[in-house]
């Protein structure tokens, strides 16, 4: 693997995790549990595979 591909590979993984954590995309604190929970339980399938 190159280095340019691993460089946008890390970069997906930063961007799912971050979202997931609610520091990227709608602010964890203007969602209800529900939503929280959605977003972190998305996040977490798409870093898992």
Do not use: F, I, N, S
Not at 5 to 33: I, P, S, Y
């Amino acid at each position: 693997m190159t280095r340019e591909v691993e460089h946008t590979e890390d970069g997906r993984w930063v961007q799912l995790a971050k979202t997931g954590l609610g520091e990227r995309g709608t602010a964890w604190w203007e969602q209800d549990d529900a939503e929280r929970r959605t977003r972190w339980e998305t996040a977490l399938r798409a870093l898992d595979t």
